[in-house]
């Protein structure tokens, strides 16, 4: 918080690079958040917090190497109203997994709460993915796609609705855990 310098936990942050490529995580409860390795590119990081005024900054990524960052979001409403998408549900008991071959079917049924002030468009893309690096991120190359769906129709503010996400693949391990990001 910019008035009394006390982090904030659960805040959104996103990590745009100028590849057009973005990476997305929360804050925990010491205000803190952390991005897996991205190459030297030029990035804006980006947080938004309900009942902050969002904060962002311009920094330059050195390869291997750590950058700290400390947004400070003011208090007051968000000039900006938007969807705020919620992944309140991933339910994986539609899939099943051969013990042998570690091949998965079914559908992971996926409830999804718009908190936002503003519609959810419909086409938006969800992704089940198998974590592979344990990092909470779907890296590309790294984990494993194990289905995608989209919003079908227009998310209203407070309202929710459940998709089904269609899996096959072969897993990494028997019943792994199965992660979905908008």
Do not use: W
């Not at 079917?105 to 086409?123: E, F, H």
């Not at 690096?133 to 790294?142: E, I, K, P, Q």
């Amino acid at each position: 918080s910019a008035a009394t310098s006390a982090p904030l936990a659960d805040a959104q942050v996103a990590l745009h690079v100028r590849n057009g490529g973005s990476l997305f995580t929360r804050t925990g409860a010491d205000g803190t958040f952390s991005f897996p390795a991205v190459a030297r590119e030029m990035a804006v990081v980006q947080a938004e917090l309900a009942g902050y005024k969002p904060g962002a900054e311009l920094l330059l990524l050195a390869a291997q190497s750590e950058a700290t960052v400390d947004l400070r979001l003011k208090t007051g409403p968000d000039p900006t109203p938007r969807p705020d998408l919620r992944i309140l549900e991933v339910d994986k008991r539609q899939v099943v997994t051969d013990p042998v071959t570690l091949q998965a079917s079914g559908q992971v049924k996926v409830t999804v709460l718009n908190l936002g002030r503003l519609a959810a468009a419909a086409g938006v893309r969800f992704t089940a993915f198998e974590d592979r690096n344990a990092n909470r991120v779907l890296d590309a190359g790294v984990d494993l796609v194990l289905g995608t769906a989209t919003l079908p129709q227009l998310l209203a503010p407070s309202e929710r609705v459940e998709l089904d996400i269609p899996v096959s693949c072969e897993q990494l391990f028997r019943d792994n855990a199965v992660y979905v990001l908008a």
